[in-house]
């Protein structure tokens, strides 16, 4: 006499080929199975209500305008600008609203003031005579006046009109970190104001990659990237 497991204790005699049928195994494990099953597809749910209102809020659209706007290379906080590849040593880097190249002149058309705004005598002739040798016309030369005497911490001071824009950033070019200002003068004369920081100017293959980079359009974002 057998008694096997699912046939709820009663006993069966086998005989022959015919067995006593089975009863169904215990139902716990597919239960729990199932509450699991549950679970997840209440959290897949969840996820894709969560996805849904960040979209129709524009979170989502939020977040990423600001991933683009914070490179993760600025880590500290601060937005780090990364050189030019193909900038030479002691470049001048491309200003934020880059000039249209139409708009700068030949040295020949540009006439240049030089004022020494350092102690060291010389500077001024000096450089009017190299500016001079790459075609530009040279006007006044001497001491800077008492408001920038001794007061250009820099290699140079680049100053010009509105008229002079192109001017300024052809004279920019030739002498590395030179910084310019506009003023209210009318003509499109330039004046060039040596700094403490001065030591020569760029030789002309460093002067034309820096003016190269310094009109090279800047790159149009496409909608949705970075």
Not at 89 to 114: C, E, I, L, R, S
């Amino acid at each position: 006499m057998l008694t096997p497991q699912g046939l709820k204790g009663k006993q069966y005699r086998v005989t022959g080929t015919a067995y006593p049928r089975l009863g169904r195994p215990p139902r716990k494990g597919r239960k729990i199975f199932a509450f699991i099953g549950s679970l997840l597809a209440l959290a897949l749910i969840g996820l894709g209500g969560v996805q849904l209102v960040d979209i129709f809020t524009g979170k989502g659209k939020h977040a990423t305008a600001q991933a683009c706007a914070t490179p993760s290379a600025a880590v500290s906080g601060k937005a780090l600008a990364a050189p030019a590849a193909d900038a030479p040593p002691g470049a001048t880097p491309a200003p934020a609203a880059p000039v249209d190249p139409a708009a700068v002149p030949q040295p020949q058309a540009v006439t240049v003031n030089v004022y020494n705004a350092t102690a060291k005598a010389g500077l001024a002739g000096r450089t009017a005579e190299e500016l001079k040798k790459r075609g530009f016309v040279i006007g006044t030369v001497g001491n800077a006046p008492t408001a920038l005497d001794k007061k250009v911490p820099g290699t140079a001071q680049v100053i010009g009109g509105p008229a002079a824009v192109g001017a300024m950033t052809l004279l920019s070019s030739q002498i590395a970190g030179a910084t310019s200002t506009p003023d209210a003068r009318t003509d499109a004369t330039v004046d060039f104001v040596i700094g403490d920081s001065y030591n020569a100017l760029l030789d002309e293959t460093q002067a034309a990659a820096a003016l190269a980079l310094a009109t090279k359009p800047s790159p149009t974002p496409t909608p949705g990237s970075c």
